[in-house]
C-alpha cells in the first residue's frame, strides 16, 4: 500500500458512510467499520461475503440508485439503505491487485431523511384528505410571474382535473359578474398595504348552472422593499351554510303564514328608504272584525281566508312596493316616491281588492281600515310607523273600512288617548274608580231585585271623564283586564260585608277579559275565599262581545254557571243572528236592547218584537230585564207584553254604592224603592 492508499483507508474506516470492496468472485475482500455497523454483523464475519446475501435487493452488478430493504436479522427497527456499486481500479485501493473485476459498494443509511420524507407526503395526504373532507383549497399567486397554483383539492372544487392549467383570467370567467370587482379591489388593496384580507365570493360552475359561494383568506408575502413576491390564499366551500343562512334569513324575514315580508323586513326596507333620502310614503291595513272568523269559523278557515287576501294584495302592488304582515290580520306597505295622494289612491285600490274576496266560510264580507304617513328626510322609522298607526286608528274610530291620511290633530287625539288611560291607572292605583248601582226593579211591584254596577272615574281632576270617554281607551288596553278585576272584587267585598241573599249585584265583562283564561278561576277564588253564594253574583257580557269571542264566552258561562253564578246577555237583539246566539251560549238571562225599549209605547213594530224576544226567553228558561225604561207608558206596555223586570231612570237612576248599601241597611227586607232614592246621576245608564 502506497502512501497516499494508506490515507485513503484512514479515511474510509473514520467515514459513516459504508464502503466495501469485492473481489472477482463477488465476495467482500474488505469492508470499512460503517459497513459491519450498519449491516450489524462483525467485520470479521463480513469478509468472504456475498453483500447481496447480507443485503437482500443490494444489485449485483454495477448500478446507481436506491434501494429499500427489510430490517437486517442484527437490528431492531426499519432501515432505509441508499447502495450504489461501481467498477473499481485496484490500484486505486492501494491493495495488492487482483486479476479480475472488483466492484466498490456505497452504503448509506437515510433512515432520518426518508422518514422525514414519508412524514410530510402522509401529511401532505391528510391536508389533502382534510381539504376535501373540508370543502377547502389553497392557491399561490407568484407576483412577479404572474402565475397562479391551485391545490389539487381546489381545482376539483372548480370542476376541473388536478393537472389542468387555470390562470387567473379562467378563474374570473368563473366568478360571479357582480363579485369580481369586489375580488379585484380586496387583492389591489392587500397588495399595497401588505394586510392580509378575506372576502366571500359566488362562482357559476358546471357551465354556469350550479353557483357555489367560497369564503376566501390571504395573506402576500413581500421582499425586504416591500414589493409583493407572492399572495397566498386559502377557499372554503360555505355553499351548504350559505343556503342553511339563507333558509334562516328567509325565516327571520318573513311570515310563515303568507309568505310576505315580515315586521323586520318591513322596518328595514323603510330604513333603506328612509337612508336613500327619497319621499315615500307608508300605508298600515287592519282587517275590520277578522276575529269574528277566528272565533265563529275556526282558525283554519282564518288561515286559509289570510293567505287568499295576502295574495290578493300583493298582486295589486308594483315589484317596488313591498307589503308584509306585522302580525295578526294587520299588513304594511312601503310606498317608495309615493305623494299621501298617490299612497291614499293605493290604499283605495287594496281596500277595494278586499271587499270584493269572495270569502267562503266568512261571517260576513271583510272591509279593512288603512293609514297612510308620508316619509322624507330626517324622518326615522319609529316615527313613519307611529304617524301610519295614528292615521289607522282615526280610520277605525271613524267607523272603519276607509282610508285615512295622517295629519298632526291625530296626534292630539292620541295624546288625549294616552292622558286618559295614564288618569284611569292612577285612579286605579289610587282610588279614584268607584261604582255606582242602577235598580233592576221588579215592574209589577215595583220592588227592587238587584242592582247592575256602572263604573265612574272619581279622581278629582278636569275635565269630568263619564263612561262613555274612558271605558273605549281603557278596553283598546290591557289596562281594562285590571279594571274588570277590580270591579268585581269590590262588588264581593260589598256582598260580604252586607250577607242579605236579597242584594245581589250584576257587573259588567268587556270583551278582552272574556280572552282571560284565568279569569273564572278568578272569580271563584275570591267567591270561595268570601264565602258568597255564587247566585248573588251576575255577570254582564253584551252580544257584541259574546259573538266576538264566542269560544272564550262559552268557556267561561259554563265555567261560571255551574257553580251558579248568573250568566246574563245584555244588549240583546243589537246583533245580526241574536237568536241563534242563545243556542250557543249557556246564560240564564238576556237583557233587551233599549232601542226595542225606547218606542214601545209608540210603535208597535218595537212590541211586536219585544213579545218574540219574551217568549223565546220564556220558552228557553231565561229571565228577562227591559232596559232604558224612561216613561211610565213604557211600563204599561211592557207589563202587557208581560216584561216583569225593567231598568232605566224612571225605574231608579244610578247611585254610588255607598248609599245603596246604607239603604239597604236601613231596609232589611230589602224592599227599597228607587224612586224614594237621593242623589241622581245625571248620566244615561252606561253598560259598565
Not at 166 to 185: K, R, T
Request: charged share 25%.
Amino acid at each position: 500500500m502506497n502512501g497516499n492508499g494508506a490515507l485513503h483507508r484512514e479515511v474510509l474506516d473514520r467515514a459513516d458512510v459504508g464502503f466495501g470492496v469485492t473481489d472477482a468472485n463477488g465476495r467482500l475482500a474488505w469492508v470499512n467499520p460503517a459497513l459491519a455497523e450498519i449491516l450489524g454483523v462483525p467485520a470479521d464475519h463480513v469478509v468472504g461475503r456475498s453483500l447481496p446475501a447480507l443485503l437482500p435487493g443490494a444489485p449485483e452488478r454495477p448500478r446507481s440508485g436506491l434501494a429499500l430493504l427489510t430490517p437486517s436479522a442484527y437490528r431492531k427497527g426499519h432501515r432505509w439503505l441508499e447502495v450504489t456499486c461501481q467498477h473499481l481500479d485496484p490500484a486505486d485501493t492501494g491493495a495488492d491487485a487482483e486479476p479480475g473485476e472488483q466492484l466498490l459498494y456505497r452504503v448509506v443509511d437515510v433512515t432520518a431523511w426518508r422518514d422525514r420524507e414519508l412524514e410530510a407526503t402522509h401529511e401532505a395526504d391528510a391536508l389533502r384528505r382534510a381539504q376535501v373532507l373540508g370543502r377547502m383549497g389553497t392557491w399561490e399567486w407568484h407576483v412577479t410571474e404572474d402565475r397562479v397554483v391551485w391545490s389539487d383539492t381546489l381545482l376539483e372544487m372548480f370542476g376541473f382535473s388536478p393537472d389542468t392549467e387555470l390562470d387567473f383570467d379562467g378563474y374570473a370567467a368563473l366568478v360571479h359578474p357582480e363579485d369580481l370587482a369586489m375580488i379585484q379591489a380586496t387583492l389591489e388593496e392587500a397588495m399595497r398595504s401588505g394586510a392580509g384580507f378575506s372576502y366571500t365570493h359566488r362562482m357559476l360552475l358546471a357551465e354556469g348552472t350550479v353557483e357555489r359561494w367560497f369564503e376566501c383568506f390571504g395573506e402576500v408575502v413581500a421582499d425586504e422593499d416591500g414589493s409583493p413576491l407572492r399572495v397566498l390564499g386559502t377557499a372554503h366551500d360555505i355553499t351548504r351554510a350559505r343556503r342553511v343562512h339563507d333558509e334562516l334569513l328567509a325565516l327571520a324575514e318573513q311570515d310563515p303564514l303568507t309568505g310576505l315580508a315580515n315586521r323586520r323586513a318591513v322596518t328595514r326596507e323603510l330604513e333603506r328608504q328612509l337612508a336613500s333620502g327619497g319621499p315615500g310614503a307608508m300605508l298600515l291595513l287592519d282587517l275590520d272584525n277578522f276575529k269574528d272568523v277566528n272565533d265563529l269559523r275556526g282558525h283554519a278557515v282564518g288561515d286559509r281566508l289570510m293567505k287568499t287576501l295576502a295574495s290578493a294584495l300583493r298582486s295589486r302592488l308594483s315589484s317596488s312596493q313591498l307589503i308584509g304582515r306585522l302580525g295578526g290580520d294587520e299588513f304594511a306597505v312601503v310606498l317608495p316616491g309615493a305623494t299621501p295622494a298617490d299612497a291614499a289612491r293605493v290604499a283605495e285600490g287594496l281596500r277595494d281588492a278586499v271587499a270584493a274576496l269572495p270569502l267562503v266560510g266568512a261571517a260576513r264580507s271583510l272591509t279593512v281600515s288603512t293609514g297612510v304617513a308620508e316619509y322624507g328626510p330626517g324622518d326615522t322609522w319609529e316615527l313613519v310607523l307611529a304617524n301610519a298607526d295614528l292615521a289607522l286608528y282615526a280610520s277605525k274610530a271613524a267607523g272603519r273600512n276607509r282610508v285615512t291620511v295622517y295629519e298632526p290633530g291625530h296626534y292630539a287625539d292620541t295624546a288625549k288617548r294616552v292622558s286618559v288611560l295614564d288618569r284611569l291607572r292612577a285612579a286605579l292605583d289610587h282610588g279614584g274608580l268607584a261604582l255606582h248601582a242602577m235598580p233592576m226593579v221588579e215592574l209589577a211591584t215595583d220592588k227592587t231585585l238587584g242592582h247592575e254596577l256602572l263604573l265612574r272615574l272619581e279622581d278629582g281632576q278636569d275635565p269630568y271623564l263619564g263612561p262613555a270617554e274612558f271605558l273605549p281607551e281603557a278596553e283598546r288596553s290591557d289596562l281594562v283586564l285590571d279594571i274588570d278585576r277590580w270591579v268585581l272584587s269590590t262588588a264581593i267585598d260589598a256582598l260580604v260585608g252586607h250577607p242579605d241573599p236579597d242584594l245581589r249585584f250584576n257587573v259588567n265583562i268587556s270583551g278582552r277579559t272574556l280572552e282571560d283564561e284565568d279569569f273564572g278561576g278568578f272569580v271563584l277564588d275570591r267567591l270561595a275565599t268570601a264565602g258568597v253564594a255564587p247566585g248573588r253574583l251576575g255577570l254582564e257580557i253584551t252580544e257584541t262581545a259574546a259573538v266576538t269571542n264566542l269560544d272564550a264566552a262559552r268557556a267561561l258561562a259554563l265555567q261560571l254557571r255551574g257553580f251558579g253564578c248568573r250568566i246574563i246577555l245584555d244588549d240583546f237583539g243589537s246583533g245580526f243572528g241574536s237568536f241563534v246566539h242563545l243556542k250557543h251560549l249557556p246564560i240564564t238571562g238576556i237583557k233587551i236592547d233599549g232601542e226595542f225599549v225606547r218606542g214601545i209605547d209608540e210603535r208597535s213594530t218595537d212590541a211586536v218584537l219585544v213579545a218574540g224576544i219574551v217568549q223565546i226567553a220564556r220558552g228557553l228558561g231565561l229571565s228577562a230585564v227591559a232596559e232604558w225604561v224612561e216613561r211610565p207608558a213604557q211600563v204599561d206596555a211592557l207589563v202587557r207584553l208581560d216584561v216583569g223586570i225593567g231598568q232605566g231612570f224612571h225605574l231608579g237612576r244610578p247611585l254610588p254604592l255607598a248609599h245603596v248599601l246604607s239603604a239597604q241597611s236601613q231596609r232589611p227586607n230589602g224592599a227599597l224603592s228607587p224612586r224614594m232614592a237621593g242623589a241622581e246621576d245625571g248620566a244615561r245608564s252606561s253598560n259598565r
